[in-house]
């Protein structure tokens, strides 16, 4: 991503797990059991793809990759969609 | 009177409103303000999803993006950084790539940061989106944004949400005047003649949402708007006549009985 480049899952992400199989999800600390990819995630969240966005350690995730990509202990997840503003 | 269709990102608009769908009481209102205001650009705000509580309702629900160009804000961003992150993860919705790049510099005042936004600017058009970048009413900021490629400029007449109206008329009618992209007044209005009013100077649009959405009656507030920017339009295409500081009689001055 040139200038911005991602985040390795060291450093302040890690003080936030309690334990090393969570990941952080829009900022707050969240199990995995086993290995998850993006659609598993939000499958099991009750969320349609169609409707919002979904980035990883600060790069975002197309949805054609959703199946695909694979979550690790340590990501920084973010799940965002529209809400109203200005 | 004929008028050229307002043009922006390589798209034409009919309506030069657009409008903001913060603030709402809920999403029904939403939809009856943006329809009532003739707004063909709606923008919106992209946020975490609740994790806990999926029942909400999602606002593109009652903003139908084949009806309406969604345009996505950077708000709450204050690095060029959380802004440009804000647009790709906004483009990845699937609603086009216009985007309002917003980079914060105050809490108080939520005046820009204008360097922030220049830098975000050039990376964002690089990357292939149509920027539309809200700014002070600085005319060399203006200038700078437009030399990045951005689409339009988004001066700002007053600080969001204020109320003010147009507090420098004279800046914002050299940004006019210097302008190679569309001019779009944005925040700070408070009533119908301070919209009016940046018509009537020439800006190309203008985008509104506190003084619809913080109206007594919203929808009536949001129809108000759109006769403004018609009347303004109107009056700015017509050519006001010149300011004197002395009467100039309309009626002839021969003929008077005595």
Do not use: W
């Amino acid at each position: 991503m040139g200038r911005f480049p991602n985040l390795d899952g060291s450093g302040f992400l890690h003080s936030r797990l309690v334990s090393t199989n969570q990941i952080l999800l829009n900022g707050e600390p969240y199990e995995l059991t086993g290995n998850l990819t993006v659609a598993d995630l939000i499958g099991r969240l009750g969320m349609k793809p169609a409707r919002i966005a979904v980035e990883v350690n600060q790069v975002v995730t197309p949805k054609a990759e959703y199946a695909s990509k694979l979550i690790a202990a340590g990501d920084q997840v973010e799940i965002v969609d529209f809400v109203g503003g200005g | 009177m004929h008028d050229t269709p307002f043009e922006l990102g390589g798209r034409t608009f009919r309506s030069r409103l657009i409008v903001g769908t913060g603030k709402y009481r809920d999403f029904a209102e939403t939809r009856a303000a943006v329809e009532a205001s003739g707004a063909e650009i709606v923008t919106v705000a992209v946020r975490r999803v609740n994790i806990s509580d999926r029942t909400k309702e999602n606002l593109l629900d009652y903003i139908d993006p084949k009806r309406y160009q969604i345009l996505p804000n950077t708000a709450g961003c204050y690095t060029a950084e959380e802004a440009i992150r804000t647009c790709r993860l906004a483009r990845e919705m699937g609603v086009g790539n216009m985007i309002k790049l917003e980079v914060i510099g105050d809490q108080r005042t939520l005046f820009p940061d204008v360097a922030a936004t220049i830098e975000a600017a050039r990376v964002l058009v690089k990357e292939g989106f149509i920027v539309l970048p809200y700014i002070t009413d600085d005319p060399v900021a203006c200038l700078k944004l437009a030399e990045a490629g951005c689409a339009a400029v988004m001066p700002l007449a007053a600080p969001i949400g204020s109320g003010l109206g147009i507090r420098n008329p004279y800046n914002l009618r050299i940004i006019i005047e210097q302008a190679t992209v569309p001019v779009i007044v944005d925040a700070g209005v408070g009533t119908a003649s301070d919209t009016a009013e940046a018509l009537e100077f020439g800006c190309d649009g203008i985008l509104i949402n506190s003084a619809i959405a913080g109206a007594k009656d919203p929808i009536g507030m949001a129809t108000a708007m759109k006769l403004a920017v018609e009347a303004g339009r109107m009056a700015f295409l017509a050519g006001r006549i010149e300011q004197r500081l002395y009467a100039t009689a309309s009626s002839p001055l021969g003929g008077v009985i005595r």
